[in-house]
Structure formats: C-alpha cells, structure tokens
C-alpha cells in the first residue's frame, strides 16, 4: 500500500471543526438522570445524526430507552471487505458541585491549548475525533475495501444498555474489528479488566438508639463484611499478582447507604443497610470462584452475628477482554501510531470495563482502546483534553481505518 493513500485521508482531516464539535458536544449536557425530565442523551444523539446525514454518511437512530437513542453510522467502500468499527458513547457523568470547577462545566471553554468541560476527555473529544476521521476518509475519496462503522451508543457510564442494544439488534454482527475511542493517551490498550458488581444487604430490627438491645443493627455485619474484604483482595493479590498492562486486581466497597432506602436519623438503629461493591478483576482470576469466596464470607459473618440477615447479589458480570499483538486490529493501530507519532506504539491496558467488553465477550471481536486524554482526568473537576493530543488521536485514528482496509492488514 502507498503512503500516499493515508497522506490523502490525514490532509482532509478538519482540525478546526474537530476542535469546534467538541465544544459543541461539551456544551450539550448529556448527564442521565432518570428523576429529571430531559436529563439524557437525546440532544447529542440527534445533533450528531443530523451532522452525519449532511456529510453523506448513512444514519439509522435506534431507542434504547424514552429519550436515549444510539446513533450507527456507516461508509462504505468501493468493494466488498471488512468492516472496522469505531466506538465512542454519548453520556458523561455528573460534574459533581460546581463551585469545585473553575470554568463553566458545560462551556467548553478554550484555554491555553485545551477545551475544558464535562466530557472534553472523556469521551465526547474522542467521539469527536473519530467522527472526523471518518469523514475525513470519506471526503479524501481514497478507495478502500468494506465499510467503516461508527457505534455512538448511550449508558457507557452506567449499565451499558446501548452497546448491549446495539449488539442485540444484529449490528455487531457484521463486525470484524473494533477501536473503542476512550481516554488512553493514545497507547495502544489490548486489554482490558473485567468487572463484577454486587450488592450487600444486611436486615436487623428498627430500634432507639438509646435502647440498641431492643433491637438488631445491621450495621456491625456490614462493617465485619467490608472489614474482612481487605484480606480477600490481599489473597487474590497474593495468588494472582500484577497483569502486565492492567496492574493490580481490586475490591472495593462504594455505596455505602444506612438506611438502605429512605432517610436516616441518628438516633435510630436502621432496619436495612447496603453496600455496594466494584471489583476489579485480571485475566488470571477466576470471576466463579471469585464469587464462591465472597458468598462464603458473607455466611461466614451472617453466622458469626446470627441475628442479621444478609444477602449478596451480583448485579453485573463484565469478563476481562485480551487481544493478541498478532491480531489485524491491533498491527494496524500500531502501524498508524508509528506513521502519525514517528515512534514505536507503546501497549497498554485499560484499568475500567469499556462498551468494548461486551463486544468481546458476546461477539468474540477483536479489539483494541486507544484515544486522547490522561486516564486520571475522566470523572473529576476541571476535566480537559488536550488539542494536539486530540488531533493525533483523530490522525490515529483515520490511519487505522485506512491500514486495517487495505490489502496489508490481511
């Protein structure tokens, strides 16, 4: 394959109207609250379809839920071949209390290089930059083989309903390759770690808390139960050690709520408490047995108590995702980090589950993660992404899409 082709495609890539979608996308306030009318994703969603449809992409707009609609858009090659799908989620989370911020959250405020915002990194510049790539290979006219998919779906930061949608409704299907578009620092991620998460609930007797032998708290078996956790994280360490690219594998207590449900006040012993747990797993882990060990040191506490109920649920399952250095994807990726940066890729993996999970575990796609932003910076306040690093990304990105099409990713 010529360099020229992806020279074509790079001098077609609009970095003014990269820069200025993403801060348009950050300025749509794409937080899902299900308690407040209009709090979703619907706004974005239909911007960017409508974008696409004046750029000549083939839309299709599909509802996952009222007011949360995934966007599939498509280009298609001059002849039959693979299709490579580029991946990047519409929702944000909360930008928490905004007198921690010093810019507006949703202004997507230019300075000093960098557009700043709820999202700006995570990952509304990335879905940017992979929107662009696409059209810039489109305007290019570079003939290429198969089709290039772009999956904007809603509920990445929660469930991850809209991949599951997507991957329920047949699109995946057709899919031989993924990038998924997420704050990376653009290395090349091949991995990714699993997930489970659970809920704890331990049931006691309302009572005074002048008079606590009236009745039964059921704080003391969920403070045993989060306490005792440490040692079982310590022992999953012990035995399975640090993953090359994903570190360490992690239990971790967040949600802790007393009363489980409705209001607290301190001078009454609650009749229910909860407490969520976000465990973090590494190919090396056994996710069963895994949950075989923490359902025997909940009967281990439910019996040392003997008067509290407790019960522990595993709301979600999200396995580890491994893709082989070998694999199409993940030589083109690496090819255009070479071609767009000038130096070796440098191979990571990603610390959180991505959309890309599902697509693996449910559809065997290879895939590989990789965007701009620093992966500290998602989820805080004063979160940004720097331009140059958003720009490479596109350039990363478009690159990708050219090698993996061509003749030399076979």
Known sequence: MSETLWERVL???????????????????????????????????????????????????????????????????????????????????????????????????????????????????????????????????????????????????????????FIRRGWADSVDAAVICEPQENRICISQKGALRAILETEGKMAHGAMPFSGV????????????????????????????????????????????????????????????????TIPAQDHQALKEALLSLKEEVARKDGKVKMSLEFIEERPCTKTEKNEPIVRAASTAYQVVTGKHPVYDGVPGATDGTFLYAWKGIPLVTTGAGKRDVPHQANEYVDIDELVEAARIFATTAVVYLSEEAE
Not at 90 to 102: A, L, R, S
């Open 217 to 280: 708290n059921p704080n003391w078996a969920m403070a045993e139960f989060i306490c005792a956790l440490r040692e079982v994280a310590g022992k999953e360490i012990r035995i399975h050690g640090e993953d090359e690219y994903l570190g360490l594998p992690s239990i971790t207590p967040t949600m802790v709520h007393s009363p489980s449900s409705g209001r607290g006040q301190l001078n009454v012993i609650p009749r229910q408490s909860l407490v969520g747990l976000d465990i973090r």
């Open 11 to 165: 001098s077609c890539l609009d970095v003014n109207g990269l820069v200025d979608m993403t801060r348009e996308l950050v300025r749509i306030r794409s937080v899902f609250d299900p308690e407040t009318e209009g709090a979703n994703e619907e706004k974005v969603a239909l911007f960017l379809a409508s974008r696409l449809r004046e750029w000549g992409f083939s839309v299709a707009i599909e509802e996952v839920s009222p007011g949360r609609p995934n966007v599939i858009a498509t280009i298609a090659g001059n002849e039959p071949g693979k299709t490579i799908l580029f991946e990047g989620h519409t929702d944000v989370v909360t930008e928490g209390d905004p007198d921690e911020w010093e810019v507006d959250p949703f202004g997507g405020e230019l300075k000093e290089g960098r557009i700043y915002g709820r999202g700006a990194c995570d990952t509304k510049g990335n879905l940017a930059a992979m929107i662009f790539a696409a059209k810039a290979l489109k305007n290019s006219r570079v003939p290429f083989k198969g089709r290039v998919m772009l999956c904007i779906p809603v509920d990445e930061e929660g469930m991850m309903e809209g991949i599951k949608h």
